[in-house]
């Protein structure tokens, strides 16, 4: 996965307890279109609010308010996607955290009922499914 751009930070211990720290953020270079590269500041800049604010990792609403403050798209890191496109894709009902698949296992089967690993809501939906869309087409 290509990611325009990251936050890094760490936990410091001080005799007033932890503290986060800030790393530089990294831009890849593979964007060079500057609004491209202004935007991805704006959402790591998001992520550095969120972080420092609210202790909040992710793209859960936390970051998005601050994504919005900050004239940031309030959308996930990816702005550009592998060139291989997967066949199925869930959404999760509460973060919008998608998961892509290749082959259709159970776990898309069963969509309805999977834990979403980062806001622990229960229920993904089918956002795309190119089986079914085969199926429909035939
Ligand atoms: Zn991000
Ligand atoms: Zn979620």
Known sequence: MTRAGSTHWRRVLTPRGIRVELGPFRL????????????TMRHEIAHAAALLL??????????????????????????????????????CSGCGQEAWYYRPTTRVALAARLRCRKCRTVGFHVTRNAYAEATQSA
């Open 28 to 39: 890849s270079r593979h964007f060079t279109d500057p609004e491209a590269r202004l935007e």
């Open 54 to 91: 609210d202790g909040e990792r992710g793209h859960g609403p936390v970051w998005q308010r601050h994504a919005v403050l900050c004239g940031a798209h309030p959308r996930a890191c990816t702005a550009a996607r592998p060139a291989k496109a997967p066949k199925v894709v869930l959404a």
